[in-house]
């Protein structure tokens, strides 16, 4: 098993669309509630670390530049790089941003030895971003050895005995709830071999079903199986607005035509949407984003439609938008329904229907209506669009 960290990930992504923030002390933000979250920071600055509170950031450091998290443009590199990857071993993990995971079995044929396999890992991945490396038996001991592998070129490997490497090491190293992490340094607890002195009992009756799991880490056995990408590609569609706006009723309406369009893709002939991101960014880059979920999938847009608008006026915009985008996740079958009891009803869902079949054979949506936007702009183009017919 080989795993592949890339440090300060988040803030590489911003430094390569905007190199000048390489020559300021960074920071990126995420706002979550009231609350502003550090999810990176410059290197330079040791004393910070992932999670922490914003004004706690700049209690240590008043000279800071504020970067907004762009989630959605993380990803995009991040699943770039692991495309690339799926050259090197065809079974690959990326949960995490910044942090990857390769199947080695079976690719000695390829790669004669461990150094040949990290050649084609490291010219896989933009020279932009730093790489630390490590090999083990399993998906924590390779994680480990890339944790304590210098950003030097090289790479560690961690096989045979692992106990004296283990000992020392900080509970925190554990992929395990922070919770249970929490409780271990109440109880005293700061290092893996402390745990493994423990007998395997207690430890199981103080964490539950998570105890034998943090006692069997502690000792480096791993039986945490490889979860390779899905091959079902998500289907997106984003616009950038000819102007910035705020309002609910713009925002709904541009969702809508966004939704026309993805669910004229032929991927979703016949199935319906069961999840789905909805996601705005501003002029500052801030980022708005909310996965909707649906009980039963939403076969068109009228059934899709009043759960988006839910989040939409629950969950208020960070400021001004810019760009609106959607993202659809998971697809499923329709279930059975039973059709309206008044012919009127039946004979416009048979109309839809077939508006539906001749816009999948034409590519794109055929009938459009005019809403109301802005109605109160002073701008005549925004106080009307034209949108595609509901679906």
């Known amino acids: 098993m080989l795993c592949v960290l890339l440090p300060h990930f988040l803030l590489n992504c911003e ?20 609350q502003k979250l550090v999810l990176d920071y410059s290197p330079q600055f040791t004393d910070l670390q992932q999670g922490m509170e914003l004004q706690g950031a700049l209690s240590r450091h008043d000279d800071i530049q504020i970067v907004h998290a762009d989630i959605p443009y993380y990803w995009h590199s991040f699943n770039r790089i692991l495309d690339a990857l799926e050259n090197v071993s065809p079974v690959v993990e990326g949960k995490e941003l910044g942090e990857v995971y390769l199947d080695m079995d079976g690719m000695q044929s390829i790669y004669p030895d461990d150094g040949d396999f990290v050649k084609a890992v490291r010219e896989a991945i933009p020279e932009s971003f730093v790489t630390q490396i490590g090999i083990g038996q399993s998906k924590f001991l390779a994680y480990l050895a890339a944790w304590q592998c210098t950003q ?18 900080p509970c925190d190293v554990l992929p ?10 109440e109880f005293g607890i700061l290092t893996l071999g402390q745990i493994t002195a423990l007998p395997p009992g207690p430890v199981q009756s103080q964490f539950g079903t998570e105890g034998l799991r943090i006692w069997k880490l502690a000792g480096g056995h791993d039986d945490t199986p490889l979860y390779p990408r899905s091959l079902e590609e998500a289907i997106e569609e984003n ?40 996601w705005t960014r501003g002029q500052d880059t801030r980022h708005w984003e909310k996965t909707v979920n649906f009980k039963e999938p ?10 988006i608008k839910y989040y ?5 915009q960070l400021g001004p938008v810019e760009q609106v985008g959607i993202k659809i996740t998971r697809l499923a079958y329709a279930t059975g329904r039973q059709k309206s009891i008044f012919s009127e ?9 077939d508006i539906k079949q001749l816009e999948l054979r034409l590519d794109g949506p055929q009938l459009y209506q005019v ?21």
């Open 152 to 169: 030097d070129g090289g790479f560690r490997v961690l096989s045979d005995d692992v106990s004296s490497f283990l000992k020392d090491l």
């Open 239 to 278: 616009t950038t607005l000819t102007w910035v706006t705020v309002s609910i009723e713009a925002l709904q309406s541009i969702l809508e035509s966004l939704l026309v369009k993805a669910l004229a893709k032929k991927e979703l002939y016949s199935k319906g949407i069961a999840s789905l991101t909805v």
């Open 176 to 185: 395990v709830s922070t919770r249970s992490r929490k409780k271990l340094r």
């Open 345 to 353: 009803v039946r004979a416009k869902d048979h109309l839809l229907e």
């Open 15 to 34: 430094i390569s669309r905007n190199l000048q923030i390489k020559e300021h002390a960074s920071v990126v933000i995420r706002e979550s509630g009231s």
């Open 312 to 316: 939409l006026q629950n969950y208020p």
């Open 298 to 307: 939403a076969m068109d847009v009228k059934s899709a439609l009043p759960r």
């Open 371 to 391: 809403k109301e936007i802005e109605p109160w702009s002073r701008i005549p183009e925004r106080r009307h669009a034209l949108a595609p017919l509901n679906q």
